[in-house]
């Protein structure tokens, strides 16, 4: 059986459901070839199919002169979703071949007069169409790698399973194959393959994929890895970086960043982000990335005063955050130009962001490249294909602007090698390359306009749910979003809510935070400096005063996520009252009314105080004796009051804000690591001690503690957040905070420090 769609629109008459006998016998002979063919009797339901995740290689439309207006959104929908695929126009005589005008010919692949054509004919013209559709469709790599298993080679090398074939020998094994389907063991191979190139040489086929992802994304060069963004970032670090160098670091950094220092042994010099009450991190305040400010840090440094070379080698900051936000590309290209030649931005969640026109500006790869001055800093971007673009997990990119400081391939490309691997999975590599193929055209602007516009349907529905029951005096859950937005075209004025979908799915200007307004937290803003990614939907819960402090009653997010959770609803982050929920292209449309239910049934059992071991028994059957007898509203009101009493984000805000006094640089402490010159120390005897590895709670999963840095005294807010946390988790079991470089020896956490 093929694998190729045919749609055949016929006759869209509700009196009649079946084709005529020409068209008819065209789908007959496709069906006899193998073909799998679809018929739509009308164009409304045609429409709704070719913008399905329905796979279509061909269409054929039956020509009915007085639809012709359906028949034009037929095909503009379908070169959305399906852009380059042959569409062949079938008409009856010649009066109906005159009654198509030119603006439709340049749509159709081909016309057939179906009373004149054998059907052999039509049809071989039709499976030659998909043929060439193909080859033109297919990304380089994924083309040969779909080349190379048809050939069925015969190998002598690894991998040992050959095919899958080994797997098949026990009973466990075949589970596993039939599991996966052949294609995926077919095409796991070694690097003895000269017919595809190789990914460490970036030759063949590996090679012409780097080249046309780097054309898709606007790079002088681009790379396709399989170990994530964590080894991007730690790639263009080794690339940069000595022991004898300056690092700019936005503390607001994934772990991998401190994995770069620790590998290159560079000294860093630290930006530090603000935060709101609800412990959402927001910018760099722009006078921190400006030269002055950046050398009396550098003057400040201590472990500067060693270095010959004063001026940064290179720096980084995280765009987008983890909460949305998104800096100005060119202010940040102009100011931390000013002091370092190469600037990293880790667009780890933010791979789609030149694909629509609501991003243009805020991002790395911005415009042509061929406009990138060589007396530019080079630019370096990595993303996480696998995150919000798509691809399979440990798929990431690196891309180049070369200018300043470029680091030649043949240099970079030792980097790459350290963190690549000899026995790459080439499906992870050809998701790369078909991550790359599904933005290209149309089909990216698409893609990206339809996730915008379910998470813009998604936030109006919260926000007039919550000026609805605000007006009733009643709560409900409110969007992190501009509470007004104006449209630019004419200066008027609308509430959210009510804002004409258009404006806030195309307008840049709806998303960017004005210093002005209150809704988004943060004090002491810039003008013009960062946007709120659309797509990137978080949710308050009731519970925190504009100034930050807490209200006697609320309503706490880690409940409404565990009751999430009891319904397979799984949120992306979770802190005291801000939930968050990541829209991407994997959203199916009207997936978020389900969501919009769920929210709205969570806030009925919490107001009627439902028994919880009605509502999430699971919770109760692993705490009965503290969970049995108590109903949701009594739950959430206990959270409430141990928040009142610990405040944790509090401790967390001062925590990320200040920075610790480092006592020696991330690659020392680590070596303190290697040789066991560490020893595990309770949370409550931290006062003065020296983390030897970094601490980092999640959320936000950023690094509170780096490696080196240390404690502070019995009032630091770093310990006090540990303590409570510990105290949380004692009070609410169920309900635990993961903190990676903290681990619990007979029920307290400890961390690893130095020995004194």
């Not at 030269?291 to 440094?301: P, V, Y």
């Not at 379910?454 to 992190?480: L, S």
């Not at 104006?486 to 809510?497: H, I, K, L, Q, W």
Request: some cysteine; hydrophobic content about 40%.
């Amino acid at each position: 059986m093929s694998d190729k769609n045919y749609l055949i629109v016929s006759n869209n008459r509700a009196d009649r459901q079946q084709p005529d006998d020409a068209i008819s016998h065209v789908a007959s002979v496709l069906k006899s070839k193998g073909e799998n063919v679809h018929f739509a009797y009308s164009w409304e339901y045609a429409t709704a199919y070719v913008v399905s995740t329905v796979g279509i290689d061909c269409i054929l439309l039956e020509w009915v002169a007085a639809d012709v207006a359906e028949i034009r959104s037929l095909i503009e929908r379908l070169s959305l979703r399906h852009d380059r695929v042959p569409v062949f126009l079938m008409i009856k005589s010649a009066n109906d071949n005159s009654t198509i005008d030119a603006q439709m010919m340049n749509h159709i692949t081909e016309t057939f007069l179906v009373m004149d054509d054998t059907t052999d004919f039509i049809v071989g013209r039709l499976q030659a169409a998909v043929n060439r559709y193909e080859k033109a469709m297919m990304p380089p790599l994924m083309a040969a790698m779909m080349q190379y298993a048809k050939e069925k080679e015969y190998s002598w090398s690894a991998p040992g399973h050959q095919g899958g074939i080994g797997f098949c020998k026990t009973a466990v094994g075949r589970k596993f194959y039939d599991f996966y389907g052949e294609n995926i063991f077919r095409t796991d191979m070694g690097i003895e393959r000269a017919s595809l190139g190789s990914m460490l040489d970036h030759t063949g086929a590996f090679g012409e994929s780097e080249k046309y992802i780097a054309r898709v994304f606007g790079a002088h060069r681009s790379y396709s890895l399989v170990v994530g963004s964590s080894g991007s970032n730690r790639t263009i670090m080794q690339a940069c970086l000595t022991d004898k160098s300056i690092a700019i670091c936005d503390r607001n950094s994934h772990k991998s960043i401190e994995q770069g220092l620790i590998l290159t042994g560079a000294t860093p010099v630290y930006m530090t982000p603000t935060r709101n009450a609800y412990s959402i991190i927001g910018p760099i305040p722009k006078k921190q990335m400006s030269a002055a400010w950046l050398r009396g840090q550098i003057a400040e440094n201590r472990f500067v005063s060693a270095l010959e070379e004063k001026r940064p080698a290179y720096s980084i900051v995280t765009n987008c955050t983890y909460d949305g936000l998104i800096y100005n590309g060119d202010s940040i290209q102009q100011m931390l130009g000013e002091s370092c030649d190469r600037i990293h931005y880790d667009e780890a969640w933010f791979g789609y962001s030149r694909f629509n026109p609501i991003y243009s500006g805020f991002h790395a790869m911005r415009g042509d490249k061929a406009s990138h001055s060589k007396d530019a800093p080079t630019l370096f971007a990595t993303h996480s294909t696998h995150k919000l673009l798509n691809a399979l997990s440990q798929a990431s990119y690196i891309h180049i602007r070369e200018g300043r400081g470029n680091v030649q391939h043949a240099q970079f490309n030792q980097s790459y090698m350290m963190h690549a691997t000899t026995s790459p999975l080439y499906s992870i590599a050809a998701s790369n390359d078909v991550a790359a193929a599904m933005m290209d055209g149309k089909q990216g602007i698409s893609l990206t306009n339809e996730v915008i516009e379910e998470a813009v349907d998604f936030r109006q529905a919260v926000a007039r749910m919550y000026n609805q029951t605000r007006q009733e005096n009643d709560w409900f859950f409110k969007p992190w979003n501009p509470e007004s937005v104006t449209d630019p075209a004419n200066g008027e004025r609308y509430s959210f809510a009510d804002a004409p979908k258009r404006l806030l799915t195309t307008q840049q200007c709806c998303w960017i935070l004005d210093p002005k307004d209150k809704w988004h937290g943060f004090s002491d803003l810039d003008e013009n400096w960062v946007m709120l990614d659309p797509v990137k939907v978080s949710l308050l819960t009731p519970g925190l005063n504009d100034d930050g402090s807490l209200q006697e009653q609320g309503v706490p997010a880690a409940l409404v996520t565990a009751y999430l959770y009891n319904l397979g609803i799984v949120p992306t982050r979770t802190t005291d009252f801000q939930i968050m929920f990541l829209f991407s292209m994997g959203v199916t449309r009207g997936k978020w009314v389900t969501l919009m239910n769920s929210l709205m049934a969570f806030k009925k059992h919490y107001d009627q105080n439902a028994p919880i071991r009605d509502v999430m028994p699971g919770l109760v059957n692993s705490a009965p004796g503290i969970y049995g007898t108590l109903g949701m509203r009594d739950l959430g009101d206990r959270m409430i009051a141990f928040l009142r009493e610990h405040n944790p984000s509090a401790k967390l805000n001062l925590a990320y804000e200040s920075l610790p006094q480092a006592d020696m640089l991330p690659r020392d402490a680590f070596r303190k690591l290697v040789t066991n010159e560490v020893e595990p120390v309770s949370i409550y005897e931290l006062e003065g001690r020296t983390a030897a590895n970094s601490v980092i709670p999640y959320p936000p999963g950023i690094p509170m503690m780096i490696s080196g840095e240390n404690f502070g005294d019995k009032h630091s807010p770093l310990i006090g957040y540990l303590q409570a946390l510990q105290c949380w988790d004692e009070t609410f079991p169920g309900f635990e905070h993961e903190t990676e470089g903290a681990e619990k020896e007979q029920g307290i956490y400890h961390v690893m420090c130095l020995k004194r």
